[in-house]
């Protein structure tokens, strides 16, 4: 085995690693679009909050009973299940078979624009309460003499998600047709 048992290590690792989370976002998914169907979108957050924070830290502030929180964390659900399925394929057999990589390489294509408008949508909805709480915030004078204002941090979030978003769409675009030109050629 080249590399020995470092290397052997580190495959084992990366692949309990990317299983973990694949079922961590398998769980997220399955009790989103279970509570959506059951209980409408007003109850997703609650119904995900735990297994979310576990899955990826989350703080969606007062926005947790908006549709767009449904959106965004069946989109988010969705890509890291695929994401981490394809990586734990490859750490534990070496190989991903060719739907998996057409799917790690292609759902982007629907789940970024969603994604993206919901984290948007919800920044800005989540706006006015920031204000008015000033929550995160550090103010002068203090011990560091430093201040952040986390409004404004949010609001320049939101101006990079303008060049941001598409420049990644952009880069998905490439990397996909990477991807698949080289599964086509193996």
């Known amino acids: 085995m080249a590399g020995g048992l470092p290397s052997a290590l ?28 059951e209980s409408g979108h007003e109850h997703v957050y609650s ?22 929180v449904s959106s965004l964390v069946i989109s988010w659900s969705i890509t890291e299940i695929i994401r981490y399925s394809f990586f734990g394929m490859k750490e534990t057999l070496g190989f991903t078979p060719s739907w998996l990589l057409w799917l790690r390489y292609s759902t982007f294509l629907l789940l970024y624009p969603t994604g993206i408008a919901s ?8 706006l ?15 011990k560091w003499n430093y201040s952040f204002d986390y409004f404004y941090a949010a609001i320049l979030a939101l101006g990079i998600y303008v060049p ?9 675009l490439g990397q996909r047709k990477k991807a698949l030109a080289k599964s086509k050629r193996e």
């Open 10 to 37: 580190r495959r084992l690792y990366l692949s309990i690693y990317n299983w973990t989370v694949f079922f961590g976002w398998l769980q997220v998914l399955v009790l989103a679009v279970k509570t959506l169907h």
């Open 47 to 68: 119904a995900v909050e735990r297994p979310l924070q576990l899955a990826q830290t989350a703080a969606i502030l007062e926005t947790q009973k908006h549709i767009m």
């Open 119 to 126: 984290e948007v949508g919800l920044i800005y909805i989540a």
């Open 128 to 142: 006015p309460y920031i204000k008015r709480s000033e929550k995160y915030c550090v103010r002068m004078p203090n």
């Open 164 to 172: 941001g978003g598409p420049h990644m769409y952009s880069y998905m």
